[in-house]
Each structure stands twice: as C-alpha cells, then as structure tokens.
C-alpha cells in the first residue's frame, strides 16, 4: 500500500510539471488556449501584452484620426510703420490716417473635427476669429477653402463647412460617459508640425471660473496639448469623440500637462444649434449674480452660503420687468437650490426662451416667490 501511494505521488508531481511547462511555453496547446502569433485584445479595442495591459491604441487612432483635420486662416492686419503711443484711443485714430500703416498677412494654425457627411467641421471660435480666409487640409492630402457657417464666442466653438464628399465622420461617445481617470487621446495639429496624437487620463471633470469662457464646463487632461491643438479631437479609446481640445494652462507656452477640453455633449448641443439657426439662442433673466462670500453671508444674516445675490439689473430686462432688485437674493430656480453664480446661468442657458422661471428670493430678511419670463441672451463678441 506504501509504495503505490509513492507511485501515485510521484506521478501527480510530473503531471503538474508538466501542465506548469506546457501553460508556460505553449499555452496555444491547452484546450481555450490563445492560438499561436495571435494578437490579444482588450475591451477597449486597443492590443494587450501578456500582463493584459494595453500596448497599443493604433485602432482607436485609425478610426478617428480621419476625421481631424488642420486648419489654416489668414487675416490682414495693420502694421504701424513707427512705435505707437500707449493711448488706445491715439492709436485708433493714428491708425486711420493714410500711410501710418502697412497692410500685411498674418497667418494661424488650429485643427477641426468633422462631424457631418454634409461637410460641416468643429472648431474652436479662437481658431477662426476675425480670419479673412480659411483652409482646410484634411489627413488623406485632400483640400478645401471653409466658410463659417456660425460662431458661439461664450462657449468659443465655430462651425465650418466645406464642399467635398467621402468625409470621414468622427463618432460621438453616446453615453458621455466620461470619467476621471479614463484614459484618452489628443489628436490634433500642434506647431504646424502635422497631425499627431498623444496619450494622458481624464485628469478632472467640470472645470470652471478658469477665464476663458463665459460657459465653462472643462474636461481636464494630462493628455499633451500645445498650440494648434485648439479645436482637435480629444478620444476615448474607442475612438469616439468625447471632448473638444480648446486651452492649456502654461507659464511658458508648452504643455505642462493640464489641458482643458470641451465636453461632447455641450458641443454636441451648441452644433446643432448653429447648424439650425447660425447662431446659439440662451436663456436669460438681464442681472448679474454674484457669489454669496462669507463676508456678505454675515452682512445680510444668512446661515448659509447657498444662492446668489443679484449684482446688477439691466434696464427693461426680464428681471427689471418682473420686479427683482439689487440686493435680493435668489435661493432657488424652479424649485432647485442655487449653489452660485455659475450654476445659476448654466441652468439658465438651457430654459426655453418665452417660458416663465420661478425664483425664490430673500429681500430684506423675507422669502417670497417672483416669476421671470425668460428672454434671449444677447449676443457677445469676444475680443482677444
């Protein structure tokens, strides 16, 4: 009995050397195995290594790189022909008079995303701001001269067209599902160097009160973004457009790895708006908010920091009309508490024009209810 119970030990150990051997250097030979020179890949579509990591986003880049297109624009400014004063109101008038100045070319560089088989490109409006003439060059040699279909400057997208067929079509990401920590793709023109794609994580999300926007609601990335990205595809790694490359923070003009993107969604929404009408229609109520600071919780006994004090009320606007004055308080819209100035007109922005907004206010220590019919944002041009 002992010495077939050693008989039995000794061959359950070379089996398992065996299998170890056999699992290690050929594992295509056990039953579900990978066959052999066959690349593995992920749920994401890029090619995985043996430790199951992804080695390679070439499919995703293939499908959307396509789509991202260079584009260049040339405005004529006037170059003064001897130092100007620092009076900007001397200048102007200097500037008109005949042979102060020269007329000469000046040239820019972004990139665009086409999103329609109907030719139609977005863009940053910073891109396209003030040019004189716009070309497009698009990853397969082919181009073309765009026109500006329309411009949204508070959200600073643009929309281009162009006239010629078999676009490549980028894909939104239908979910905007987005998080952070995701990684993602920057495709774009940076330098003028020609197309290119660099690689980082979603770094953050609904990033604000950064300055460069009226409307901001970045998507942050580490993803490398230099100048000329403006206006590129920012991916996921299936391909599918899920932001609008559109700034950097930098001391020194390179990318120092915080790269702000507009999300697909807004972006989405603003297209077709411009598409539709040429232009973005917003709601608006005619005051500015201003953030309820400690300071001014204390001055006007709040317990709390929640909604926003109205600054300002313009005259025969929507709020002039309705009755709210300087000094009321706004705690809710339509039933829904107010964190602060910003939330306040992002939620304003998408109420149907002509409806009516309900705004709970505090006025002089006493809550009462004003409805606002809601106007239309005029419209603003940035200067840059």
Not at 18 to 38: D, E, H, I, K, Y
Not at 139 to 153: E, F
Request: charged fraction near 15%; glycine fraction near 10%; proline fraction near 6%.
């Amino acid at each position: 009995m002992q010495r077939l119970w050693l008989i039995f030990a000794q061959a359950v150990t070379v089996c398992l050397a065996v299998l170890f051997l056999v699992s290690t250097l050929r594992p295509q030979w056990l039953p579900g195995g990978v066959p052999a020179n066959a690349p593995a890949h992920t749920a994401t579509g890029g090619q995985a290594s043996g430790t199951g990591q992804v080695s390679s986003y070439a499919p995703a880049v293939a499908r959307a790189a396509p789509s991202v297109v260079n584009i260049y624009t040339r405005k004529h400014i006037d170059v003064p022909l001897v130092p100007m004063p620092a009076d900007p109101g001397l200048q102007r008038f200097l500037r008109s008079v005949p042979g102060f100045t020269r007329r000469q070319d000046s040239t820019s560089l972004g990139s665009g995303v086409i999103v329609s088989a109907d030719g139609y490109i977005l863009t940053n409006y910073h891109v396209i701001e003030a040019a004189d003439s716009i070309e497009v060059s698009l990853k397969d040699g082919r181009h073309a001269n765009a026109q500006i279909v329309g411009a949204d400057p508070e959200s600073d997208l643009a929309v281009l067209k162009v006239n010629l067929d078999k676009l490549p079509i980028i894909v939104f990401d239908p979910n905007q599902s987005v998080q952070v920590g995701d990684v993602v793709l920057a495709i774009g023109n940076p330098f003028g160097v020609g197309q290119t794609t660099t690689q980082g994580i979603v770094s953050a999300l609904g990033r604000n009160r950064l300055g460069i926007n009226t409307y901001e609601d970045f998507i942050q990335t580490d993803a490398a973004i230099n100048p000329g990205n403006s206006g590129g595809a920012l991916i996921d790694t299936q391909g599918r457009l899920v932001g609008i490359n559109t700034a950097i923070y930098s001391e020194t003009g390179g990318s120092l790895g915080i790269g702000f993107a507009i999300p697909s969604g807004p972006a989405h929404a603003i297209l077709d708006q411009i598409i539709q009408t040429g232009h973005v229609q917003r709601g608006w109520l005619g005051l500015e908010p201003q953030d309820i600071t400690p300071d001014l919780a204390r001055a006007f006994h709040l317990d709390d920091l929640q909604g926003v004090i109205v600054a300002r009320v313009f005259a025969h606007g929507p709020a002039a009309q309705a009755g709210l004055q300087v000094g009321d308080i706004i705690r809710t819209l339509n039933g829904q508490p107010v964190r602060d100035a910003i939330d306040l007109l992002n939620r304003l922005a998408g109420i149907k024009i002509g409806s009516t907004a309900q705004l709970q206010i505090v006025r002089a220590g006493k809550s009462s209810t004003i409805d606002v019919a809601v106007g239309i944002r005029p419209q603003v041009r940035r200067s840059r």
